[in-house]
Every structure is written in C-alpha cells, then in structure tokens.
C-alpha cells in the first residue's frame, strides 16, 4: 500500500455530518474544536476503528476472536489507513504483574545487565523476572503483595444456595457453576448456609469431603469455591479483563509480601548485585536518577544493553515520568501518566508507517512539561509515521502539521469540517477555536477573601517534604507544579484529614442502564409527562416495566453473561434496541415518543420538555457543557473529563451545608471556549459558601484562582515543597509564574 493520503468519505458515526477529508500520512495532524463536536467520533470510532477493523482481519479467525473487537464506523470510503496504535488515557490494566518497568520494557534491560555483570554472577535473564518461576518469589508468585482469599465475603451466611447465598460471579442466579454445586447432592440447597454444620461449610469452600452425603447417588465431581476462585482468577498471566479484575478486588485482601519485601524475586535473585545494588534497590529508584547511574556502568560486553538503558530512562525523563519509578505498579498510575507510559513503549519502536493516535496527551503536564511531549511526538512522525492527536493545548497545535477543527458547535451544532489547514492560518480564520486562542484571561488581581482556613501539618505522604499548607476556605484555590511535584498526594492529604468531597475523572453510573435520565433522576417527571398526555397510568412508559419490550427487559439489548469471560452483546431484535412496546410509542409529547425522548440533547429537552422539575434537573449539566449529551445516551460512552462534569452538575443541584472540594483537572476534555463556563460553575461553588480546591495546569484557571499553592520545584524527591502560597498575582519565580508570563 503506497497511498500518500488517508481518505475519508462520508463518514457518519455519531453526530458526524458525512464527512469527507485527506490527511497527509507521514504527517502531524491535531484535531480541534469545542467539546462534544466530534473529534472522537472521527479519530477513534472513525479513523481508527476501521484501521483497527482492517487489520484484524488480515488474522486467521483464531487470533482474530483474541484481538480487541472493533466497532465497524459508518462511512463510505475509508483508504490508506496503516496498523494503528492507540494511545489514550485509560488506565493501564488491573494486572498486578504490569510495572512501569514491565510495560516500557526497561526492566528487560535491567534483568539483561544482571544476568551478564551481576556479582554472584548468575545465569539467564529470566532469573530476574517476576513473571517466570525461576525468578518469582515463591510466595507471592512474583506479584509483590501476597493476595489472601477473603473467603468471608464468598458467602452470604442468611441465604440458602438457592437464594444465591454463593456471591461468586458466575454462581449468582443459577448460574452453571452454581449447577455443578448443587447437582453433588452433598450440599442442602435449601438451608441457610449460616445453619450448616462447619464441616459442610468447609467442604464448600476448600473441599474434601463433607461429612454426611445428603443424597443416595455416588458424589460428582465437584470443585471447591477457593481452589475454583484461584483457578479462574489467581492463577493466570493473561492480560485480566475488568470483569475479573473487580472480582478479584472484591474477594481478596492483598499486602506486601513478608518474604520478598516487595521486590517480586525469588532469593537468589534479590541478592545480585550491579554497581553495588540490588536489582529491587533499583527498582526504587527514580527513572532520572537510575539514568544517571547506568551510565556508570563501564563493562563492554554489556555496553549496548546499557545504552538503550539509559536511552529509554532519559526519554520517559523528558517527557515528565522521571520521578516514577520502574517498580511502581501501573494500577496506580494516574490517567495521564498512563499514556505518557504507554507512549514511551513505541519510542523504541523500530515499526514505520504505522498511524499513532492520541487522546490529549498534555493531560497532567505542567506547561513546563509539555515541550518535552510534543518532542515525542514530532519524533514519531518523524520516524515516519502518521500521528494523530485530539488535543486542546495551542502548544501542540503549534507544532503541528495542520489542524482540522471539528465544529463549529457540539453535538448535532458539530460533526462537520470547519476548518484543516496551518496553525497560522487557523489563527485567521472564523471559528470557535480560532477565537478563543486570541482571548487571554487577566490574572485575579481581586481574590475573594477568606472565611477561615483548612490546614494541613506536616504531610509526608509520598514525596511531600513535611508540608504544611492553609488552604483559605470560602475561595477557589489551585494547587500547580510540575508533573509528579505531589499535588495529588496533597490533595490526598486534604481529603483524609478534612473529609473533602473529591470530583474527580472516574467513571459514573452504577450499571449499563445508567444515562443522563436516570442519574438526573427524570425519568419519573418525563413518564408524567407521558401519562398526562395519554391518560395512561406512568408505568406504561417505563421501561423497567409495563412499557419496556418483553424481550430484553427494556434493556434494548441482549446480554449473555458468560460467567468469567466478557459477556456479549447484541441489539434485541424485537424493539430493534427501541426499548419500548409499541402501545408505549403510540403516544407522543410535543411530536415526540417516549423512545425519542432518549435521543434528545440535554440542550434541546429543557427547551421541549416543559416541566420545571425536568429543567431544573438537567440546567446543571447544560451549565458545564455537557448540554450536547443525549438523555438517552449510557453514560459509559462518557469521557473521563464528561464523567467529571457530570459530577460537578450533580454537585451543583444538591451541595446544601458548605463543603470541601476537590478537583483534579477538571479542564481535561474541555475546548479552550469551555473552560469560561467551568471556571464559572466552580465560582458558583464558592458564592454559594464552599471551598474548592482544584490541581490544574490550564493557565486560565491558574489567573482566575483566589490562592494559589505552587509545589515543586521538581518531580519525585525533587519535589514536594511548597514553593509559594499568595494571591496569584504574587507568584514570581518559580516554573509556574515563568508559564503564567509567557504563555
Ligand atoms: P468530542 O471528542 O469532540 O468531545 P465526541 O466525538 O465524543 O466529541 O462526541 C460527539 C457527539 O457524539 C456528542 O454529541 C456525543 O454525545 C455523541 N457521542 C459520542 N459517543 C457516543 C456513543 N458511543 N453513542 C452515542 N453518542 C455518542
Ligand atoms: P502530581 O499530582 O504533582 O503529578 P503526585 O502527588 O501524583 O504528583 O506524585 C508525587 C510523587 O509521589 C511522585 O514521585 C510519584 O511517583 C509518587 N507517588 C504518587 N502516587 C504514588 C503511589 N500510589 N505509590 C507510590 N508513589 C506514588
Ligand atoms: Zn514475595
Ligand atoms: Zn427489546
């Protein structure tokens, strides 16, 4: 395939409007425009989701059911797409096996330096692995923290088996496994297990056999919930889906390991030494520091192995991740520094002609950090590669090839081309982008005075140098610094010891059905709504109930539950995914069925739906930009910054009594126009007698701040100072202040 352009023609998933466009392959496109416009629906349901689609299907059916599935996005044509990488910032995987010297590939240098240079001098490099028997710990299996069963929470003690007393996925509602417990015929089915003799109890749960049979049969095969549990869950390297993950959360405790400290090896292993050090010593180091001390490594026949060492630590270094350390577990990695980890990985790299594509990678980088970003980002291009990036930051559409902005509105207001071409030409043109890079904030030169004050003493968690902080209360304070400067471990801090409330990225929404309707708690006025036009009872239009399709419970869908595998879903072929019977669609407010009510933007229902309970409820949301969400739409579509917004909308209708807030950057997702109304919501907050107290880069949030506490002035143990507390006016100095200057 020798294609100079990627073709798109009439492309149309979600609010897309046809589109049509060529982006140069080989070259640095940045994709903009105000939240909810589309630029997700066209780079990564678009671009590559059929980039994605294609290439698995250049693989055998075998591997392809093992290949992450692939939505196929509407479109007429797309061409000259290449093997696509994505790089976005959902968290790296539960696995507990996964380090960030694991997923950058460092550690598999390290373990090739001590397996030739180390004193006692050993053997293979797999002596040093974790996830090899010859180098694990023996008893915590090279997961650092020993995992105990807690078999506690296997059962509920007031039910019988066949009241689902067995809390197992895959046992609950009788499910198969359930069957092969029950079908021994050793165990009452009828009794609640908290009456059952201690003998049966253990039976169940760690085998061997119980003392009376209850049934004439001979017994059948049967296995143990807690060799069952290890089996499915413990004892598998595999990637974990989150499914099992959450299970495993939920039914084991876990500590360090007393064996190995923490270290993951065996004995053997922990005691090697490199340059006087154990491998686990330098798996607390910082990457920075460890960079530093490879390079002192002198021997020639590891010569190589220790410049790509080195190569790869300096550059997770410059793109802001030299104070993590190669230990460190990537579960604890936040979002942004998820993707800064996973980009490190394809720097070294040798492929070409693949096409990179990028959710806001400046996500968590202070304005000092983000320079060293787009340096990597210039270089993968510039290995010849075509990278894409849905990104807010003027800094990255500056380095860029060409800028597409999609727009100019959200939602059905969006979906279209507005503008592709040069940031210069950008700069000139008419849309929302456009005018809102030519707008500057002026720094707050009138704080909000205080009405008393939250401190913290001497916090030392993490990397924080024995900080004391008094955060003013009644004000919009922002917490800055460079990346890993410990603003989150202060924010921790304020958390544990004054009880704030955090509005932070995670996903919201209890289940599947969780939607705009159901978390703003409409769905009963708008039933109302529906009975008061019909003269029908309301539960006539509920789709849990009389008014939901038979077929799939109103679910629209048809879920299989596979026990311990992902379960499948399909469209419910009967409401084709409409939800509702067919007497619930004959009847229509202001020209609308029940069913079109869900495909309604927030925006447009507080204009159709006229009842004041209905408005009131979904102002919020309207009122942090979210006005372009669908009701009807799952909330597990929304983005981590959507998902934030949600939150401060809920936080904005039902905060009472003054509170402790605290945002972590809350600007993430949103278009440069947008963040006027995020600063807005969060002064709304504060004039109604809260504190909030929000880690931002955004230098508009920073010059809108009351206070401002600025950490630094490094990352890690260079780090974790307080640098300046004042009126942001009155920062000087420090790499903060220098940002509010220049950019
Ligand atoms: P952006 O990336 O520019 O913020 P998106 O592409 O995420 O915008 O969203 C564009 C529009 O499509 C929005 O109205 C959004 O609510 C809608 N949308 C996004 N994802 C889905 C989805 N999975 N299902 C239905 N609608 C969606
Ligand atoms: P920031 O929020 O300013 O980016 P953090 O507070 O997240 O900084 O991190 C400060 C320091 O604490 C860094 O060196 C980081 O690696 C370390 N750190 C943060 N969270 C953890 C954790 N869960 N385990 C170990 N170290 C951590
Ligand atoms: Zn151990
Ligand atoms: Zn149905």
């Not at 007429?76 to 976005?88: H, T």
């Not at 000092?368 to 990104?391: F, I, Q, Y």
């Amino acid at each position: 395939m020798n294609e100079r352009m990627i073709r798109i023609r009439g492309a149309r998933s979600n609010n897309l409007r046809s589109v049509d466009l060529d982006l140069p392959r080989g070259s640095l496109t940045v994709f903009a425009g105000v939240s909810g416009s589309g630029k997700s629906s066209l780079v990564f349901d678009t671009i590559a989701a059929e980039a994605g689609h294609q290439l698995n299907e250049t693989y055998p059916p075998f591997t392809r059911n093992r290949l992450p599935k692939w939505t196929r996005p509407e479109a007429d044509e797309l061409s000259g797409l290449s093997p696509v990488v994505v790089i976005d910032q959902r968290r790296i995987g539960g696995n507990a096996r996964s380090t960030v010297g694991t997923l950058t590939d460092t550690w598999t240098y390290l373990r090739l330096l001590y397996s030739r240079i180390g004193t006692p001098h050993v053997g293979e490099s797999n002596r040093f692995s974790f996830n090899d028997p010859a180098g694990m710990c023996p008893n915590c299996s090279g997961l650092g923290e020993a995992v105990e069963i807690d078999v506690d929470r296997f059962l509920d003690p007031d039910r019988s088996l066949s009241e689902g007393a067995i809390l197992l996925p895959g046992f609950v509602g009788g499910g198969y496994w359930f069957g092969k417990i029950a079908d021994t015929g050793s165990f009452p089915v009828d009794t609640p297990v908290r009456d059952w003799t201690e003998d049966r109890r253990t039976a169940l749960l760690h085998g061997g056999g119980p003392a009376a049979r209850l049934d004439p049969r001979p017994p059948a095969d049967f296995e143990a919930l807690v060799p069952w549990f290890e089996r499915i869950y413990l004892r598998t390297s595999d990637d974990l889906s989150d499914r099992k993950q959450a299970a495993i959360d939920q039914f084991t405790r876990s500590g360090t390991c007393p064996e190995c400290g923490g270290d993951r090896l065996n004995a053997e292993a922990r005691a090697v030494r490199v340059l006087d050090r154990t491998i686990g010593e330098m798996s607390r180091l910082e990457v920075a520091e460890l960079a530093d001390l490879v390079d002192q490594v002198r021997e020639p026949e590891v010569a190589p192995v220790a410049t790509a060492l080195g190569d790869r630590l300096r550059a997770m270094t410059a793109i802001g991740l030299g104070y993590l350390h190669l230990g460190r577990a990537t579960t604890t990695l936040s979002g942004g520094e998820s993707q800064r980890v996973k980009t490190v990985k394809h720097l070294g790299s040798s492929l070409v002609e693949l096409l990179y594509v990028f959710d806001e990678p400046t996500v968590g980088l202070h304005p000092h950090d983000v320079d060293a970003m787009t340096g990597l980002l210039e270089r993968l291009r510039d290995k010849g590669n075509t990278v894409l990036v849905v990104e807010h930051d003027p800094a990255v559409m500056a380095i860029a090839d060409q800028i597409v902005e999609i727009g100019p509105g959200a939602g059905t207001d969006g979906g279209r081309v507005v503008f592709q071409g040069p940031f210069a030409d950008l700069k000139r043109a008419d849309t929302p982008t456009a005018l809102a890079l030519e707008r500057r904030t002026p720094v707050n030169t009138v704080p909000r005075e205080r009405n008393g004050t939250v401190t913290v003493e001497k916090a030392d968690r993490n990397n924080l140098q024995n900080v004391t902080v008094a955060i003013p209360t009644g004000v919009l304070t922002v917490l800055t610094g460079v990346a890993g400067s410990g603003k989150s471990s202060l924010a921790a801090e304020l958390v544990d010891r004054h009880g704030a409330i955090v509005v932070d990225q995670r996903p919201v929404g209890a289940n599947r059905r969780s939607t705009p309707i159901t978390y703003t708690g409409i769905a009963a006025p708008i039933r109302r709504l529906f009975a008061k036009a019909s003269g029908l009872p309301a539960k006539y239009f509920s789709a849990n109930s009389e008014g939901g399709c038979p077929d799939c419970g109103g679910l629209g869908v048809r879920y299989t539950d596979l026990a311990f595998m992902d379960g499948q879903e399909t469209v419910c072929d009967t409401c084709g995914g409409r939800r509702f019977t067919e007497r619930a669609l004959q009847h229509r407010v202001d020209g609308l069925t029940i069913a079109d009510v869900d495909e309604l933007s927030v925006a447009d229902a507080i204009h159709r739906l006229e009842d004041p309970a209905i408005r009131k409820a979904l102002h919020g949301l309207d009122r942090v930009g979210l006005g372009y969400l669908r009701l009807g739409q799952p909330l597990t579509t929304l983005s981590g910054g959507e998902c934030q917004r949600v939150k401060i909308a809920r936080e904005l209708r039902e905060a009472t009594e003054a509170s402790l807030y605290v945002f972590d950057e809350p600007t993430t997702g949103l278009h440069l126009s947008d963040i006027d109304t995020l600063v807005g919501v969060l002064d709304q907050l504060v004039e109604r007698g809260h504190t909030v107290v929000v880690i931002e880069h955004n230098l508009d949030v920073i010059r809108r701040a009351d206070w401002v506490v600025d950490l630094g002035p490094g990352a890690g143990r260079h780090g974790g100072r307080v640098l300046y507390e004042g009126p942001v006016a009155g920062i000087e100095g420090t790499a903060t202040a220098r940002a509010l200057q220049t950019g």
